[in-house]
T-cell receptor, first 108, second 115 residues
């Protein structure tokens, strides 16, 4: 059964802290996406991963295929990073399943 | 970068009327477009996948006769909510991708309120 679990559900941190959001999935995948949804609803695609690690600015995404796990890290977090972060997994049977999202609040 | 627009950005309508939402890829050819809906404080739910020139593939539980999807060109897909009811009030988001690329580009979303 294709399943995606995201944790934590909610995360509040102080500005400058290192943030980690996790995404685990049940079976083999072809790709994993990390997305950011702003309070107004707009969605930005952050990363697409099938292996290894990607970095963009203060954002880092890693994926461990053997452990079926991906992490999204934010270094030197800032209040403007406050958003809902969502992982979405494309399984080999082409099914796309979304995680429940992590609501991140960065306090100044 | 690839840009996807949606129109309108928000719409209020009376119960029983039909509402059409447009999704356009502005600077690339979208061979596949996806339609999602999102209820408050909930994650996105994929409604349907449409390939240009083909009938849309609807996810289980989504009424194809109520949510009409047309993807007549490589830059435009439309979602028509027919005979809208208050329970159809939601945030509708489209995304698009080109060819076999995995990356999806998201539109800004359309807020629908049915009174």
């Amino acid at each position: 059964k294709n399943e995606v679990e995201q944790s934590p559900q909610n995360l509040t941190a102080q500005e400058g802290e290192f943030i980690t959001i996790n995404c685990s999935y049940s079976v083999g995948i072809s790709a994993l996406h990390w997305l950011q949804q702003h309070p107004g609803g707009g969605i930005v695609s952050l990363f697409m991963l099938s292996s290894g690690k990607k970095k963009h600015g203060r954002l880092i995404a890693t994926i461990n295929i053997q452990e079926k796990h991906s992490s999204l890290h934010i270094t030197a977090s800032h209040p403007r990073d406050s958003a809902v972060y969502i992982c979405a997994v494309r399984f080999f049977n082409y099914q796309l399943i979304w995680g429940a999202g992590t609501k991140l609040i960065i306090k100044p | 970068g690839a840009v996807v627009s949606q129109h309108p950005s928000w719409v209020i309508c009376k119960s029983g009327t039909s509402v059409k939402i447009e999704c356009r890829s502005l600077d690339f050819q979208a061979t596949t477009m996806f339609w999602y809906r999102q209820f408050p404080k909930q994650s996105l739910m994929l409604m349907a996948t449409s390939n240009e020139g083909s009938k849309a593939t609807y996810e289980q539980g989504v009424e194809k006769d109520k949510f009409l999807i047309n993807h007549a060109s490589l830059t435009l897909s439309t979602l028509t909510v027919t005979s809208a009811h208050p329970e159809d009030s939601s945030f509708y988001i489209c995304s698009a991708r080109t060819g076999l690329q995995e990356t999806q580009y998201f539109g800004p979303g359309t807020r629908l309120l049915v009174l």
